[in-house]
């Protein structure tokens, strides 16, 4: 602190000039070491009705910041054991302290100081001695920049909850909560790059209600509904990691696809994704094979290799062994030979 700071005369009366926000006024932390100009200030300050909280140097500063939170903190530069270059700087690797704007109160004008405060992380600087009108100003403008930008970040915070649920909604088929057929396809073109990256197989499960038309046409189309809603979920439990995927391949048939699995792992969850759906113990009066829902289920498996039709081969392989499970007596799991090309 200078001779020249204690000459600055209390700053005039001008009229009340509310915070942002009228039910909460800013708190505003003053860091100084000259007692006389942090008292100058406080008055000042809590005039314009601020909150005020005071510290008499850089380290006092940061335990306070921690403690209180301030909505701006306003900084002389020079004071001793750390001095408020060196204060903003540690300031801007607290949590918080970067977003929080620092106005920071100089004697030094010349360039290099001016630019170093900018550099440290400062919002912006008032000379001494000070011109009250143009700190208030800056004060109100920096409060209220701090302000917009938390209202932005915010709005941000929404606007990206509601694009994951968009996201959501156009990836989902709308009565049975599993995947839909264009999220299917782009997570099968997806997983089949990855398979060919990592050489590693990919596996998919092809499932079909048995005798759902009739089921549909004697139970009635609502029943219908809650059937397959009931299928996709013991289906999509037979599914063990984040990765595997079901999606609703059309009317009454699913698809489950499984990234890095072999043939073995591949019949593994068709199985449990019969039983599964077997424990659910729908009546199906109409069925030719039980007297309760059932699937059919084709695995077919696919090792990884540049074949521009690769996934449609794995789809076909999968279909084939879904019909010679039909034609074998339907409820049950058949698989298809390996594709390679």
């Not at 600087?125 to 920049?145: D, F, G, N, S």
């Not at 999509?236 to 595997?244: C, F, G, I, L, V």
């Not at 591949?266 to 030719?288: D, F």
Request: proline letters at 4%.
């Amino acid at each position: 602190m200078t001779t020249e700071d204690r000459n600055n005369k209390h700053p005039p009366q001008e009229e009340d000039i509310t915070d942002i926000t009228a039910s909460d006024p800013a708190l505003i932390l003053i860091v100084d070491d000259d007692i006389f100009m942090r008292k100058i200030l406080m008055r000042y300050l809590e005039r314009e009705n601020y909150r005020v909280v005071e510290a008499a140097n850089g380290l006092e500063a940061l335990k306070l910041f921690q403690e209180c939170q301030p909505d701006l903190i306003l900084l002389d530069a020079v004071m001793p054991v750390l001095d408020g270059f060196e204060c903003c700087s540690m300031l801007q690797k607290i949590p918080q302290g970067d977003y929080t704007p620092i106005l920071i109160i100089t004697a030094l004008e010349d360039r290099e100081s001016v630019d170093r405060a900018y550099e440290v992380g400062a919002s912006d600087y008032v000379a001494k001695p000070i011109h009250w009108a143009v700190l208030r100003h800056r004060v109100r403008h920096l409060l209220e920049q701090s302000n917009l930008r938390q209202k932005l970040e915010s709005a941000n915070r929404r606007l990206a909850v509601v694009v994951r649920e968009l996201q959501r909604l156009v990836s989902i088929d709308g009565l049975t909560q599993v995947a839909n057929r264009r999220c299917l396809d782009e997570y099968l073109e997806q997983e089949f790059k990855r398979s060919c990256r990592e050489k590693v197989p990919i596996s998919l499960v092809l499932c079909d209600i048995d005798f759902f038309k009739k089921y549909n046409d004697n139970y009635g189309h609502q029943e219908g509904d809650l059937c397959l809603q009931a299928v996709a979920q013991s289906i999509s439990k037979a599914t063990n990691r984040p990765a595997d995927l079901v999606a609703r391949y059309g009317g009454e048939e699913f698809v489950i696809v499984l990234p890095n699995t072999d043939q073995e792992g591949g019949m593994n969850i068709a199985v449990k994704a019969t039983e599964l759906v077997r424990s659910l113990q729908l009546p199906h009066n109409y069925s030719e094979v039980a007297p309760y829902v059932t699937i059919s289920c084709g695995v077919a498996t696919l090792f990884p290799h540049q074949h521009t039709q690769a996934i449609n081969l794995l789809l076909k392989s999968a279909d084939r062994a879904l019909y010679v499970a039909k034609a074998e007596g339907r409820n049950c799991v058949r698989q298809s030979d390996i594709v390679n090309d």
